[in-house]
């Protein structure tokens, strides 16, 4: 069984390579061969575009497009039907060109169309490439598994890349494609431009697809900076599910202590965009003052509540007297506290590690979390909770995940 960690093939630079794009129509496949080859030729190396998409008119005009400006040299044809033909041409070509990387576009198809997949096994018999990818849409969700499956099950394929990770969708259905072609995502599209590629990180995909933000950075800090004693009651409360505006307070206070302010509150979920808007840290940290002073002005019992309608207006107008500030004030910093708690209640549920078990903790906090985002169906094609356990610990390396949130003890 191929393993899921790394791709069938890693190309070598200096040494020619065949790689085969393939995935359903529209799934981003043109445009990503020519950020798969521009990413490589910054690198150095030396890549050539071959159009074997004789199905959509106009993918050649668009692989062109895009290479003359990215000055990658392409092969195609407009008046030739038979794509092995073009793919074989193509190919030869750049092989005595002495192209390191030579990359075929096929047409896209969908499960159901035979005959678009029988021509798909044979550009990948003449050519011979020797990584075939799968181009996926990161919306594409449940049907995923499926589609993936087919395409495995016509060609070899060795690895896959999520496209569109800039719009909505979390990219759930990359586990499903992971799962069902045994192959690791390597590059995740972020954008149209050429550019907008990167290496795939598990660490942020997971935090996306729970939608946390970046909680792996945050928790580093967590253990950096609150101190070792502490920390164990701060997970316990987290995991209650309740985000009392003392939790909140004490937060800004080790917020406040952290040091360059505006790097710590990037990685917090919820806190980065809105609460501190960039370039805007000095503002952003005398609204966190305010905040704690208005805060001083509650009592132990409002502190520790995580139920906001115990605060009423005599109490709204009573603490913004108490602290100088305007009921206006009180109000915004309750509404602050509101949309934070909502963020944080995803916390709730987080199994408490004893001393030393903090890796255990964050393997099953990943999965547990993962396995309630995810729709059931997924989650099933998966192979249920051991299955995504797995999943996860092959797309990311074992010491990744443990660092994930905040585990990896030493
Ligand atoms: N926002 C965004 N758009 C993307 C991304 N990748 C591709 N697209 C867009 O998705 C659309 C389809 O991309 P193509 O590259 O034409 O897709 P294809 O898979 O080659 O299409 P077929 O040849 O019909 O199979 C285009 O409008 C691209 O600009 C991405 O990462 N982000």
């Known amino acids: 069984m191929l393993d899921p960690g790394k ?122 490439p020797d990584l075939v990818i799968f181009v996926m849409d990161s919306s594409i969700g449940q049907a995923a598994f499926d589609q993936a499956q087919a395409f495995k099950q016509s060609v070899a394929v060795g690895a896959v890349i999520v496209t569109k990770m800039d719009g909505h969708a979390k990219g759930g259905g990359a586990l499903s494609a992971v799962a069902a072609t045994k192959s690791p995502v390597i590059f995740i599209g972020t954008g149209e431009h050429m550019d907008e590629f990167e290496v795939f990180d598990v660490k942020p995909f997971v935090s996306r697809l729970l939608g946390m933000g970046d909680w792996s950075g945050f928790m580093d800090k967590i253990h950096e900076v609150v101190p070792m004693d502490q920390q164990p009651e701060l997970l316990q409360k987290l995991s209650e599910g309740n985000f009392t505006l003392r939790i909140m307070y004490e937060q800004f206070q080790n917020l406040l202590k952290m040091g360059p302010i505006g790097q710590v509150f990037s990685m917090l979920p919820g806190f980065s965009s809105e609460l501190m808007p960039k370039g805007r840290e000095k503002e952003s940290q005398a609204k966190i003052k305010r905040y704690m002073t208005m805060m001083d002005s509650m009592t132990n019992e409002e502190l520790d509540s995580s139920n906001p309608k115990l605060m009423n207006e005599s109490r709204i107008m009573r603490i913004a007297r108490g602290s100088g500030r305007s009921v206006r004030d009180v109000m915004e910093m309750l509404e602050e506290y509101k949309r934070l708690a909502k963020i944080w209640s995803k916390m709730k549920g987080l199994k408490i590690p004893k001393k030393g078990e903090m890796s255990a903790l964050s393997r099953n906090m990943n999965a547990q979390h993962m396995s309630k985002v995810l729709p059931p169906q997924m989650l099933k094609q998966i192979g249920g909770m051991g299955g995504l356990q797995n999943l996860m610990k092959q797309m990311g390396s074992a010491k990744d995940m443990m660092g994930m949130f905040g585990g990896g003890d030493k």
């Open 7 to 128: 791709p069938s093939f890693t190309p070598k630079k200096g040494k020619t390579s065949v790689v085969m794009f393939v995935g359903l129509q529209g799934s981003g496949k043109t445009t990503t061969c020519t950020k798969y080859a521009y990413y490589h030729q910054k690198k150095g190396w030396k890549p050539a575009l071959v159009c074997a998409d004789t199905f959509r008119a106009g993918a050649f005009d668009q692989l062109k497009q895009n290479a003359t400006k990215a000055k990658i040299p392409f092969y195609g044809s407009y008046m030739e039907s038979d794509p092995v033909k073009i793919a074989v041409e193509g190919v030869e070509r750049f092989k005595k060109e002495n192209c390191d990387l030579i990359i075929v576009d096929t047409s896209g198809r969908h499960k159901q169309e035979v005959a678009l997949f029988e021509e798909m096994r044979q550009v990948a018999e003449a050519t011979k």
